[in-house]
């Protein structure tokens, strides 16, 4: 059984930082293509970042210059470092992981989210 859990979310003030884990059991993590997403109060789902394989990470314009994303596939975990945190990014932000690509309608397995709440 797949288990994907998401920690290290919390409130901070604007300019900030938290670092979010991603920790998955039960699958071949190094198969896989793993990604974080997050969905604000009445927005939509938007990808944050995604690391591929063997590839650099994308972000999103939103995440560039501010997060960055690492896997350690020896680990099983997915990391991703955000720094200067505005309100913008107030949001629960989920882990998932894909075996095609990184779009959210592909992903096989999704973690149960993280909560990120930044106070200006």
Known sequence: Q??????????????????LSCTISGLNFAD???AWFRQAPGKEREGVSC???NDPPWYSDSAKGRFTTSRDNAKNTLLLQMDSLDSE???????AASLRDCFGSSMDYWG????VTVSS
């Open 112 to 115: 149960r989210g993280t909560q």
């Open 51 to 53: 690391n591929w394989r």
């Open 2 to 19: 797949v288990q994907v859990v998401e920690s290290g979310g919390g409130s901070v003030q604007a300019g900030g930082s938290l670092r």
């Open 89 to 95: 990014d107030t949001a629960m932000y989920y882990c």
């Open 32 to 34: 896989y293509i793993m």
